[in-house]
């Protein structure tokens, strides 16, 4: 059991005392999280709930929290990638014990991973819910808690988008009905269904799918709106300002937004918008998966994709894609010579050839282009955007 510690100075030298234990590891991530348990296999996690997670910070509290684990018997493999453990009452008290002398001021930004356990001592038996994980590499995860800990890292900015190993993510997470923010087992609700049904208690589905969505584990910031749940997934990152309308529009998980961004559009999965960008409604951002070869697409800052646009090759700052233009790698766009001359200015680093043909692909990340379809003989156009794209301040 550890001891009472009576002062911080007490407390610095229980956690340099752990840190130089033999074979020690400082941990990427960690983080204590309510586990929703399957209700036909109690052993079956289906979603995991993280008050606080840390991601590479707060090494003094994971010192506590292995420290507590030992206490309890528990042998932490420092060699895994990821260690899970279901916690219980006695290592709260050695968590107590360890934190004494910063219970008192645990509130509100200050210390949370006290504030945690405090929370948990204060709801006596915490059974089987509760569960500590600790991530000592970014490999593919291997538990639903260790996923849940990554997508908690990328929406809240705690990590960069596509900065995060989520190879084999889906293989680990369970397709679940989600009612609420409770998942409930498809096999469980296919047993009980006649019952359930006439007794009146089966319950009202909002989906089935094995990401929840963003709002059931993330309060957004204050000048954030999304007026459609379902429209985010859980591990999308908002950037504050960010608007997400209802339609079309659609956020899937490692992709987001760096700042203000007006949101009418899709967002696929690695796809990342800029600043003072507007994704028009039914805009596609082409993900790894839809057609962009596995290279994950960004979309610079103030940057306009018009209404079902098509954008399938990173794009630069300040451009413009006409409404129901489709932009790919291997879409041929005409560039008359004066046009060129004006975009090789606006991109000085660009090596462009003097031709009047070019495929997308030669054009990646190049500011400052206006890409429309002449209407008298469809082609593919590009031209020296001469205008601003500004999104309204009192929106966002």
Known sequence: M???IKSVDDFKA???????????????AFGIAKVDRGQ??????????????????????AAVFIKALQERGVDVDFSCSEFVYTIDDKFIDNAMNAFAPFISEAIGEAHKNVQVVKVLNE?????????????????????????????????????????VNLNGAFGVLSN?????????????????????????????????????RYLQHIIPADNTRVLDASKVRMGAQLAAGTTVMPGASYINFNAGTLGPVMVEGRISSSAIVGSGSDVGGGASILGVLSGTDGNPISIGENTLLGANSVTGLPIGDGCIVDAGVTILAGTKVHIKPEQLAKIKDANPDAKLADKEIFKGSELVNLNGIHYR?????????????????KLNEELH
Not at 182 to 200: F, Q, T
């Open 14 to 28: 229980l956690v340099s005392g752990v840190e130089s234990s033999e074979g020690y590891r400082k941990p990427l």
């Open 123 to 163: 709801m006596g038996d915490i059974g089987r819910d509760y569960t500590i994980t600790i991530i000592f590499e970014d490999d593919a995860p291997k538990s639903v808690e260790s996923v849940y800990l990554k997508l908690y890292a990328l929406s809240l900015g705690k990590a960069e988008l596509r900065g």
């Open 176 to 212: 679940v009905a989600w009612v609420g923010r409770a998942p409930y087992e498809l096999e469980y609700l296919r047993e009980n269904e006649i019952e359930m049904k006439l007794k009146g208690t089966f319950p009202n589905i909002d989906s089935v799918d094995k990401f929840p």
């Open 40 to 61: 036909k296999s109690a052993d079956k996690i289906l979603q995991a709930n993280f008050a606080v997670i840390n991601w590479d910070e707060n090494f003094g509290s």
């Open 373 to 389: 379809q002449d209407s008298t003989n469809g082609e593919i156009v590009a031209l020296r955007s001469t205008r601003e794209v």
């Open 2 to 4: 550890i001891d009472t």
